[in-house]
């Protein structure tokens, strides 16, 4: 019976969650001609759509946000990584931070909306065979946000974990992006229930999953810091993070 009601509400999900990306391509294409700024806007639109969207599915989203990660400001969202809706959920829930990605340039051909937005939202699509060329690309998108004070999101497990099990950090492209956005305080972010959204492939999208979030305190930045220990805190902070949220679940 689970997987009749997970298959009447995957078919509406999947067909509204396609039709928004489809619809809001051009409107991000105009929106792009009048500058960055208007683009960002129509895609934080979208994605805020998007996690209304996920309610068809019955997916229950339980945020839980420091008070000191403020509207219009920049900052480094160190996270965790489940699944391909980590980027919709992140994006709506950070609307006004404008958030970037570091990104594998795959994604940057044929997803509409996405691929448009991550050629042409300011963000890093790197080729994860050419170290030099990514690591241009991070540096990039680090220097670009630090001047203009909107966040980056970076996933430093380099994969998204299809058990939900965190892995380590490959900490090559996070360092560059600290060396890159001196500034940017780091936000331990932590996700955990997207991986089961994918478990079946979207065929069917499980109904009624839960989708924690918490973006923690962020880490301040201090001259001549060693990037190593911060990098370790932030992993620590999620992994502990996930440690007492499946605790407290059983």
């Known amino acids: 019976m689970k997987k009749v009601v997970d298959w009447i509400f995957t078919l509406p999900f999947l067909v509204l969650f396609g039709l928004t990306l489809a619809v809001f391509e051009p409107i991000a294409r105009v929106a792009r001609l009048f500058g960055l700024r208007p683009m960002e806007v129509t895609m934080g639109v979208m994605q805020q759509i998007l996690l209304g969207v996920f ?3 019955g997916t229950r989203l339980d945020v839980d946000r420091s008070e000191k990660i403020l509207p219009r400001t920049g900052y480094i969202i160190v996270s965790n990584h489940q699944s391909m809706f980590d980027v919709p959920i992140f994006g709506g829930l950070l609307f006004t931070n404008y958030p970037k990605y570091v990104s594998k340039k795959e994604l940057g051909r044929w997803l509409p909306s996405v691929s448009f937005n991550l050629k042409h939202g300011g963000n890093a699509l790197i080729d994860r065979n050419d170290p030099q060329q990514a690591r241009a690309a991070i540096r990039e998108l680090g220097e670009s946000c630090e001047a203009r004070n909107t966040a980056v999101v970076i996933f430093p497990e380099g994969t998204r974990s299809r058990d939900g099990r965190m892995k380590s950090f490959r900490s090559g492209g996070l360092k560059e992006l600290l060396d890159a956005a001196p500034s940017l305080p780091v936000v331990p972010t932590t996700i955990d229930g ?3 959204l ?4 979207l065929f069917p999208v499980p109904f009624g ?3 924690r979030v918490r973006f923690s ?3 301040p930045r201090i001259a001549g810091e060693d990037p190593t220990d911060l990098i370790a805190r932030a ?3 999620i992994a502990e993070t996930l440690r007492e949220w499946r605790g407290s679940d059983g």
């Open 217 to 219: 305190e962020p880490l």
């Open 55 to 57: 309610r068809v599915a």
């Open 235 to 237: 992993h620590e902070t």
């Open 209 to 211: 999953t839960k989708v």
């Open 194 to 196: 997207a991986w089961k």
């Open 198 to 201: 994918l478990r079946n492939s």
